[in-house]
């Protein structure tokens, strides 16, 4: 095995990792992002929305478990699609897993600079933006594990302020704020508040990415997945519900701290708690934006090491075991995104990648059980095929509201995915069997 030392991950992650991970990855959707949805839908409009989107991760999150425990390859959905349907298939899960998690760290960088800004006026969002681009580049360097630690330290601290964020507000809530104009713009503004719906759970399925860096995958993935979903739910909800019932909710809707400002109106701005809450506020958004910058990584090396992407994304640092040209060529997207883009528009390119993924996903789920019933599977999917069928449902109609409601960023998203297939096309990577030895181990078998 020392030939595969340059391009093997060291496994070392344990469930509250994963836990850490999972969560950390998803955890600024809570902070941020969300309250757009309000801005289409209203109140109720939104709380439809999120609850349809939430029956969607919990069917998702336990069918996905399933491929993630037998194929646990660092690839994630761009592995089980080429399993499951070839080097096509790979490519646009590939393709689809890229713009969900390259462009959500741009998305949360925003964000950061945006908590900054509101702390310190005299700080610009994008230069701050950048700089922790820079700082978390170095760090997700410097080793799995390492930032693995810190992301349960800084997950945790995330996880509390959110809830001390809930027993804050919670009691100024007054129902009849929340159930003012509920609904303005009808049903829909339901579809048209989809991918902010998205937005509070998007990312949890990058635990994928670190799949060949946890010990015991196929008993360890789904406790952190079952767990890291419980506690998002949870969080998800209670600030949504209690965000809106503290004055009229149409005060947050073009906001990029949204729960600053909610405190803000709860303690009054002079208040020191005010400051000390934001501040705080950044261990959310520092979780999730850590957590992105791995997995996205990790799929650029997956895809690098399968040779979907230049063969040099796939080495990985002697002395650190990191695949770091993966993390410094993700660092590179991030920061053309943040020069480009604007918060909403980089949200939605990155859950239209992410509900494709989704959907790339369910099919390959369903046709490998057909296909290859005998294969290894530590964690079935319950209540198959109901589970997966309606995962599936689901991620196709926000697909379809996305693509209404954002014509112009479908186009761009479409387009990106049709000049990646002429370059696949054109070098002829369609006509070979180019995925790596190791997902074939790790698989039981030989894909079809």
């Known amino acids: 095995m020392e030939q595969l030392d340059a391009k093997q991950l060291k496994r070392v992650l344990k469930p509250i990792h994963l836990w850490a991970i999972a969560v950390g990855l998803v955890i600024s959707g809570e902070y941020f992002g969300w309250n757009l949805g309000w801005g289409v839908a209203g109140t109720v409009g939104f709380l439809i929305a999120t609850l349809v989107v939430t029956v969607m991760y919990i069917t998702f999150i336990f069918s996905y478990t399933e491929l993630t425990t037998s194929i646990p390859h660092s690839g994630g959905a761009f592995a089980y699609a080429y399993r499951a349907m070839g080097p096509f298939g790979g490519l646009i899960a590939g393709y689809a897993t890229l713009i969900d998690f390259l462009f959500a760290t741009p998305a949360i960088a925003f964000s950061l600079g945006a908590y900054l800004h509101f702390l310190h006026p005299q700080i610009g969002v994008l230069p701050s933006a950048m700089v922790f681009n820079v700082i978390f580049i170095l760090l997700n360097i410097s080793g799995v594990k390492e930032s693995a630690t810190f992301s349960v330290f800084i997950t945790i601290l995330a996880v509390l302020e959110l809830l001390i964020f809930m027993g804050i507000v919670g009691p100024s809530f007054k129902m009849d704020n929340y159930l003012a104009n509920p ?20 990312a949890i399925e990058g635990v994928a990415m670190v799949a060949e860096e946890v010990k015991e995958p196929q008993k360890n993935i789904p406790r952190g997945y079952i767990s890291a979903l419980a506690t998002l739910v949870f969080l ?5 519900i209690l965000t809106g019932g503290v004055t009229d ?13 909610a405190i803000a ?14 501040s705080i506020g950044l261990f959310g958004l520092i979780a999730s934006f850590h957590g992105t910058i791995l997995a ?9 090491r399968s040779g979907y992407l230049p063969r040099g994304l796939a080495s990985v640092n002697k002395k650190f075991k990191t695949p770091h040209w993966a993390i410094i060529a993700g660092g590179g997207i991030s920061f053309l995104a943040l020069l480009t883009g604007t918060t909403g528009q ?9 509900v494709v993924m989704y959907m790339m ?3 390959s789920l369903f046709l490998l059980r057909k296909r290859e019933p005998h294969m290894e599977r530590p964690f079935a999917a319950p209540f ?9 449902a689901i991620a196709t109609i926000c697909m379809l509201a996305i693509m209404y409601y954002n014509f112009k960023l479908s186009l761009i998203f479409f387009a990106g995915l049709g000049i990646a297939a002429a370059i696949f096309i054109l070098m002829g990577k369609h006509k070979t069997k180019i995925m790596d030895d190791v997902m074939l181990e790790k698989g039981g078998g030989k894909p079809i």
């Open 384 to 392: 198959y095929p109901v589970f997966p069928a309606i995962a599936l």
């Open 265 to 278: 109106i709860v303690l009054g701005k002079a208040n020191s708690l005010t400051k000390i809450f934001a």
């Open 249 to 261: 909710w149409r005060k947050f809707t073009k906001l990029d701290y949204p729960l600053p400002e």
């Open 361 to 363: 996903s369910m099919i």
């Open 296 to 304: 996205s990584s990790r799929q650029v090396f997956a895809m690098a």
């Open 346 to 354: 980089i949200i939605i390119l990155s859950v239209m990648g992410a």
């Open 236 to 240: 998800a909800l209670g600030v949504m």
């Open 183 to 202: 609904m303005p713009f009808g049903w829909g503004g339901v579809f048209a508040a989809l991918p902010f719906a998205v937005w509070f759970y998007l």
